[in-house]
């Protein structure tokens, strides 16, 4: 099975602007999670979505928000860029929303914002 | 509320020796317990995890780890480190309360020197 691909991989974008970062899970698998890696702050959950609805949100501001289409591809919007949303911005895919169950994760986007 | 802490940012060891990274964490519930490696501008690799069914834990590339109730902990060893060990090690719980996201620590950087 093709793992979870993210597009795209690297991008940079100016304060004030608007990013969507794109996730494309394991077939078969339902849910899909948003994570930011940032040095300071490590690894933060920012928000899953199963089956197309959001099931469980971290403590982000509002102006980051995704989806979750039919295909169980998901996209993450971040709006007014602040020079701190600069990170990788991980995605990963699970079957179910079972707590044994396996996250595998994409291998990033990597967004500066200058 | 459920939380990870990695004792030692940074490990270094000499190719030969044994790999100890230690995790302890904090959980109301009996935890379900993850160790990921990130491999430079890579994302996150399962390496094993624990769901109750052995307090000996073996993942792959030869890592392994012991769930120790009493002591809180889930420290991760490999009898022998390889050059390509060197990476990013993460543990994580998984959150119950939550939809079982995954928490973090804040990562173990280890270094493996000829």
């Known amino acids: 099975k093709a793992g979870v691909t993210q597009t795209p991989r690297y991008l940079i974008k100016t304060r004030g602007q608007q990013v969507t970062l794109s996730c494309s899970p394991i077939?078969?698998?339902?849910?899909v999670s948003w994570y930011q890696q940032t040095p300071g702050q490590g690894l933060q959950f920012l928000f899953e979505?199963?089956?197309?609805?959001?099931?469980n949100k971290g403590n982000f501001p509002g102006r980051f928000s995704g989806r979750q289409f039919s295909n169980s591809r998901s996209e993450m919007n971040v709006s007014t860029l602040e020079l701190g949303d600069s990170a990788l911005y991980l995605c990963?895919?699970?079957?179910?929303?079972?707590?044994?169950?396996?996250?595998?994760f994409g291998p990033g986007t990597r967004l500066l914002v200058l | 509320a459920q939380s990870v802490t990695q004792l030692g940012s940074h490990v270094s060891v000499s190719e030969g020796a044994l790999v100890l990274l230690r995790c302890n964490y904090s959980?109301?519930?009996?935890?379900?317990l993850f160790w990921y490696v990130q491999y430079p501008n890579q994302g996150l690799q399962l390496l094993l995890k624990?769901?109750?069914?052995?307090?000996l834990v073996k993942g792959i590339n030869g890592f392994e780890a012991e769930f120790k109730k009493s002591e809180t902990s889930f420290h991760l060893t490999k009898p022998s480190a390889h050059m390509s060990d060197a990476a990013e090690y993460f543990c994580?719980?998984?959150?119950?309360?939550?939809?079982?996201?995954?928490?973090f620590g804040a990562g173990t950087r280890l270094a493996v020197h000829p």
């Open positions: 990963a895919s699970r079957f179910r929303l079972a707590v044994q169950e396996t996250q595998y």
């Open positions: 077939s078969g698998h339902r849910s």
């Open positions: 979505y199963f089956s197309e609805t959001q099931r």
């Open positions: 959980s109301s519930v009996p935890p379900y």
């Open positions: 624990y769901t109750s069914a052995a307090t």
């Open positions: 994580a719980v998984s959150d119950p309360g939550g939809y079982n996201k995954l928490i």
